[in-house]
């Protein structure tokens, strides 16, 4: 979605959450996992690829180690 999607007199929100789970041999690599999942996401974030709701998180071999949530949204001001 992008920002000119937003009638005027609206600004544009993005809520993001991201819950990831990891197993792993020890912390190191658990957070080189984690560091890896969340560069992926914020490739396909900033190339556009989510509309809004939950989305599945996949690590390299295709297992699913989490989700993601988007929502655009716009409020109003009003002057």
């Known amino acids: ?6 009638d005027d007199g609206t600004t544009p929100h ?3 959450h991201v819950e ?6 020890n912390v190191a ?4 996992w984690a560091a890896d999942a969340l560069r992926k996401l914020a490739d396909l974030l900033e190339k556009d ?10 690590d390299n071999v295709g297992k699913e180690i989490g989700k993601i949530y988007i929502d ?3 409020e109003s001001f009003d002057a």
Not at 1 to 6: A, Q, T
Not at 29 to 32: A, E, G, H, P, R
């Open 20 to 25: 990831l789970d990891f197993e792993g041999p």
């Open 1 to 6: 979605m992008e920002n000119d999607d937003f």
């Open 49 to 58: 690829e989510f509309d809004d709701g939950f989305h599945p998180v996949k």
């Open 72 to 74: 655009y949204y716009g």
């Open 14 to 16: 993005l809520m993001c």
């Open 29 to 32: 690599t658990l957070n080189k």
